[in-house]
């Protein structure tokens, strides 16, 4: 089977993604899940966050990490498997983390949506992409 094939195959079979799911993840979103349904949002998050500071990677890709990390919070939040407060203070501590204030301003809002249960109109596909430069 061609490899554009292949693709098209899994596309099917999984199909859409947003656009946090079809990048690469550089840290274990599970593990990002997983730490915010058992109360160690902030925890799981800080240890994330200290992993990609040290692979230095440039302001594109840390911006693309923080997107991916701010969809994944908030797919959590939806799906209610931890507190929204905990998933809200995550939200802006990686609004903190980001270089970029358009950015910075999407997951802020986020996490006020999520403070406020309008976690529905969140929008996870572009909305927290940085500034193109």
């Not at 840390?62 to 407060?85: F, Y």
Request: glycine share 8%; proline share 2%; net charge positive.
């Amino acid at each position: 089977m061609k490899p554009i094939s292949l693709l098209l195959a899994a596309a099917l079979v999984l199909g859409p993604a947003t656009a946090a799911q079809a990048q690469v993840a550089a840290f274990d979103r599970a593990a990002l899940a997983a730490g915010c349904a058992a109360g160690s949002c902030a925890a799981t998050l800080a240890a994330i966050l200290a992993q990609l500071a040290a692979r230095g990677l440039s302001a594109a890709d840390h911006a693309s990490q923080l997107a991916i990390i701010a969809a994944t919070l908030v797919e959590g939040a939806r799906a209610r498997t931890g507190s929204a407060g905990d998933i809200a203070g995550a939200l802006r501590a990686v609004a903190g983390a980001a270089g970029d204030a358009r950015q910075r301003k999407a997951i802020i809002a986020a996490a006020t949506a999520v403070e406020q249960d309008r976690i529905a109109r969140v929008e996870i596909t572009s909305g927290f992409a940085a500034s193109p430069n």
